[in-house]
């Protein structure tokens, strides 16, 4: 073959390799942008995409008027991946006045090694568009520079959420509780009821590029549902009134707590629950063990004087004496090989029941606890809800302690009956006198007026149960006798508000310490309740520990004049006419009928 013909054929070999290559890749551009297009595309996107939690806000605890009391706001929490920046000081020096942290500080958080570091936890949403704004300047005028591409600051994300705030700050602090820095309740009602007020988290998709967000990304894949909103009972203007008033008598007794209790006699309903001293839950210096809890239902003390309200009730409802019934009233009185005394010393005196009850008589009360027996007496003690939780469904709530009758001792029946030997919460102390308010029907007390869903949709609490403990006749009776708590031969003239007829009952009652497993200072406490002849409002004062003077009378009957006086006040409670025929409270004014009128 001549030198021509075999050139001729290389060629042709060449031609024909060429048209070969020329077609595959030609089938590869088909394969690409025709066959396979959709799934490279799928490919790459996936590839971009990132999957990150949308977190449902949690519902809105208000007060009754609707008045928020804790609420959820957007937040967001900055992260970045620390193998994607490289320049850390530079990258420190850009977010140091937006984040208000130092140099120093984030270059050490920019350094390293992790995929996932948290930088700032529940910044706004404010501070995170100026981070964002504040790289991209910075990456726009690099880029203009040769070699820009890599000195650009990228691994900057962030992440959905939202805080908690408490827009009144320690107003009912302990009663709302507070979330822990995962959201979940910790305390209070957002711990009870966080089930309710967590909501369901959702899920939302964004696009990376080159280690940033791509503005504009973010699109929403499952919806998140808001939590449910609670609407309690608790108004905040009355609330305020009782947290002011206790923290102050707290604080001028140097006590140890405080509790006040507002509560509607007919429907259970909590108006105010205020303790002292109390916590902030926006500032976590103030969070303790011993800050968080609520007194009002934790801690059980003995009551004392208040306690023989449901002695005489029992006794009248059994026919067992009568609001004249005379006694002796010696300052001590001898039981077995006890001896009890009054809380000041007397002659031997011959009152009424009423004015055994007046003067806060222990001697009297032992007397009329005799005439009932242990049996009858700690029936009534269970019928009024001594011994037994509420049902308030309040976090932490205890049932106080009532022994059964088998494990009394000799000296039980003679304590009980003045109110001591067995403890009990101020929520149930104030239970108690709401039902003699409320005719001797006993009503669960309650926090919680309502609940909304995520869809608006406002559902009012369910009714709460109701039983009669005494006639009605019997808790009318008990309301007359406790006016003259409130007069001026009674414990607590302190707590008489002019224009009102207010009916009551103090304690002074010795404390028990665990510490040294003895009786330790005193609990002092007054319950009553307004207009006494048809009765809208209970408050209870409860105040541990004073030092120095440590009589309920004294402590607590200025404090529920404050606070009952602005409950009447601001419920547009028509005042009352003075009661006109009191109940005697001798045996001579028995014997020499006088028209009485109790000072009010």
Not at 75 to 85: G, H, K, N, R, Y
Not at 114 to 133: G, R, S
Not at 180 to 195: F, P, R, T
Not at 436 to 459: E, F, K, L
């Amino acid at each position: 073959m001549s030198h021509h013909s075999l050139v001729h054929k290389r060629i042709q070999q060449l031609f024909v390799a060429t048209l070969v290559l020329f077609a595959i890749i030609v089938l590869q551009l088909i394969s690409v942008q025709v066959v396979r297009a959709g799934s490279i595309s799928a490919k790459a996107n996936h590839e971009l995409q990132n999957f990150s939690v949308l977190p449902a806000p949690r519902g809105l605890i208000s007060d009754v008027n609707g008045v928020e009391l804790a609420r959820s706001v957007a937040a967001v929490t900055i992260v970045v991946d620390q193998t994607e920046i490289t320049d850390p000081a530079k990258a420190a020096e850009i977010t140091s006045p937006i984040l208000g942290m130092p140099v120093a500080d984030l270059q050490a958080l920019y350094t390293g090694k992790l995929m996932y570091k948290k930088i700032v936890v529940n910044a706004t949403p404010e501070t995170w568009i100026k981070v964002q704004d504040a790289l991209s300047a910075y990456n726009a005028t690099v880029m203009k520079e040769r070699g820009g591409l890599a000195k650009r600051i990228v691994g900057f994300f962030s992440e959905r959420g939202y805080i908690r705030e408490y827009p009144t700050g320690k107003l009912a602090s302990s009663l709302i509780g507070f979330t822990n820095d995962a959201g979940v309740g910790a305390a209070g009602i957002e711990s009870s009821l966080n089930k309710s007020l967590a909501g369901v988290n959702g899920e939302y998709v964004y696009e990376n590029g080159a280690g940033t967000v791509i503005p504009g990304s973010a699109k929403i894949r499952v919806d998140a549902k808001a939590g449910t909103a609670i609407r309690l009972t608790v108004d905040r203007d009355i609330q305020w009134v009782a947290q002011d008033a206790i923290s102050a008598a707290v604080k001028a007794d140097h006590a140890k707590s405080g509790t006040v209790i507002v509560m509607d006699p007919k429907t259970g309903a909590i108006l105010a629950q205020a303790n002292a001293p109390t916590f902030d839950p926006a500032d976590k210096k103030t969070i303790s063990l011993a800050s968080i809890r609520n007194p009002a239902v934790q801690d059980t003390y003995e009551p004392g004087s208040t306690g023989k309200v449901i002695t005489y009730a029992a006794a009248l409802e059994e026919k067992k004496i009568t609001p004249t019934t005379v006694l002796t009233i010696p300052y001590t009185l001898k039981v077995g090989p006890d001896t009890f005394r009054d809380h000041e010393k007397h002659a031997t005196e011959r009152l009424t029941t009423t004015g055994a009850l007046a003067i806060s008589s222990n001697t009297g009360a032992i007397q009329i606890g005799q005439q009932l027996g242990s049996q009858t007496l700690y029936n009534y003690l269970t019928k009024f809800g001594i011994g037994e939780n509420t049902g308030s469904h309040l976090p932490g709530e205890s049932a106080g302690i009532l022994h059964p009758v088998s494990e009394w001792s000799g000296s039980s029946l003679p304590t009980f009956s003045f109110g001591q030997g067995y403890s009990v919460t101020a929520l149930q102390a104030t239970s108690v006198f709401a039902t003699i308010a409320n005719d001797g029907v006993r009503v669960t007390p309650t926090v919680v007026a309502g609940t909304t869903d995520s869809s608006g949709n406002y559902s009012p609490a369910k009714d709460q149960k109701s039983e009669r403990v005494v006639s009605a006749a019997t808790a009318a009776t008990i309301r007359t006798m406790l006016e003259s708590v409130v007069s001026a031969d009674g414990t607590a003239p302190t707590a008489a508000i002019p224009g009102y007829r207010v009916a009551g009952k103090t304690g002074t009652a010795m404390r028990y310490s665990d510490k040294c497993h003895c009786y330790s200072g005193y609990t002092a406490s007054f319950i009553g309740f307004a207009p006494a002849d048809a009765p809208k409002y209970v408050v209870s004062v409860t105040i541990q520990d004073p030092q120095g003077l440590h009589w309920g009378g004294s402590l607590g009957g200025p404090v529920f004049k404050k606070v009952m006086s602005f409950v009447l006040q601001s419920r547009h409670v028509a005042p009352t006419n003075a009661l006109d025929k009191a109940f005697p409270l001798t045996e001579s004014a028995l014997t020499s009928p006088v028209k009485v009128s109790l000072k009010q």
